[in-house]
């Protein structure tokens, strides 16, 4: 992505030429936000052009201390709180820079299914309809303006997988916010204490405790992934 007419390339002849039924990507580029206007080509090919999702992996690293007075994270932070909070990170401003007014048929999935924004839409609902009356400025509340819907339903708009470990709670709370419409089953094998099974194992469980209609169940195990991934 530092190259992005070179990532364009890559992505045309891993689809067109190796059967690639998306691309993944990073939640940052040298520390930089997705939205800056010279990575939107790449998004526009993949949205416009293939028709095809790409999935959205967090990238944080140890060396990103969580405290000024430290050298780096300690305890795992970095992974185990900090990835779910890069990915919620990332698709801020792709949401208030109007990638998906400009993009409509963009299909982008979220690990860790949305990372914290599910548990806490309520509070991005309501805080984020007040976008700017906090600011140092208040410039901010223009955004509002530019957008053609409230920015919860843009959060909305995105995908989320099941890596959750297994929560059964946390999968109701990714459900309820992007709907069954746009929840697909992934397990995060191999990283767990069992080498893999585990995560499979209880993912599979979760889905099968939450209450769904086997409609639903059928859909997030496989009817959406399908869905997505078929080039239209």
Same mark, same amino acid.
Request: charged content about 20%; glycine content about 8%; aromatic content about 10%.
């Given at each position: 992505?530092?190259?992005?007419?070179?990532?364009?390339?890559?992505?045309?002849?891993?689809?067109?030429?190796?059967?690639?039924?998306?691309?993944?990507?990073?939640?940052?580029?040298?520390?930089?936000?997705?939205?800056?206007?010279?990575?939107?080509?790449?998004?526009?090919?993949?949205?416009?052009?293939?028709?095809?999702?790409?999935?959205?992996?967090?990238?944080?690293?140890?060396?990103?201390?969580?405290?000024?007075?430290?050298?780096?994270?300690?305890?795992?932070?970095?992974?185990?709180?900090?990835?779910?909070?890069?990915?919620?990170?990332?698709?801020?401003?792709? &949401? @208030?820079?109007?990638?998906?007014?400009?993009? !409509? =048929?963009?299909?982008?999935?979220?690990?860790?299914? +949305?990372?914290?924004?599910?548990?806490?839409?309520?509070?991005?609902?309501?805080?984020?309809?007040?976008?700017?009356?906090?600011?140092?400025?208040?410039?901010?509340?223009?955004?509002?303006?530019?957008?053609?819907?409230?920015?919860?339903?843009?959060?909305?708009?995105?995908?989320?997988?099941?890596?959750?470990?297994?929560?059964?709670?946390?999968?109701?709370?990714?459900?309820?916010?992007?709907?069954?419409?746009?929840? &697909? @089953?992934?397990?995060?094998?191999?990283?767990? !204490? =069992?080498?893999?099974?585990?995560?499979?194992?209880? +993912?599979?469980?979760?889905?099968?405790?939450?209450?769904?209609?086997?409609?639903?169940?059928?859909?997030?195990?496989?009817?959406?992934?399908?869905?997505?991934?078929?080039?239209?």
């Amino acid at each position: 992505m530092n190259n992005p007419q070179a990532t364009i390339q890559e992505m045309d002849h891993a689809i067109n030429n190796m059967g690639a039924a998306g691309v993944q990507i990073l939640t940052s580029v040298d520390g930089r936000a997705l939205d800056n206007p010279e990575y939107f080509a790449v998004f526009e090919r993949m949205a416009n052009h293939h028709k095809m999702p790409i999935w959205m992996h967090p990238i944080r690293l140890a060396k990103k201390s969580d405290y000024a007075d430290e050298e780096k994270s300690k305890f795992e932070v970095w992974q185990v709180l900090g990835w779910p909070f890069e990915t919620s990170v990332a698709m801020s401003p792709m &949401v @208030f820079t109007g990638f998906f007014d400009r993009l !409509p =048929e963009l299909k982008l999935i979220t690990h860790h299914c +949305g990372g914290r924004l599910p548990y806490f839409g309520g509070r991005a609902e309501t805080l984020w309809a007040q976008l700017g009356s906090r600011s140092a400025d208040g410039n901010e509340a223009n955004v509002l303006k530019s957008l053609q819907k409230a920015p919860i339903d843009y959060f909305k708009m995105f995908y989320g997988d099941m890596v959750l470990g297994g929560s059964a709670s946390a999968l109701r709370c990714g459900l309820d916010f992007f709907g069954p419409d746009h929840v &697909v @089953f992934a397990s995060d094998c191999l990283f767990d !204490p =069992e080498g893999g099974e585990m995560y499979i194992r209880e +993912g599979i469980n979760s889905l099968f405790n939450v209450g769904l209609t086997p409609q639903d169940i059928h859909k997030a195990c496989c009817a959406n992934a399908q869905k997505l991934m078929q080039s239209k």
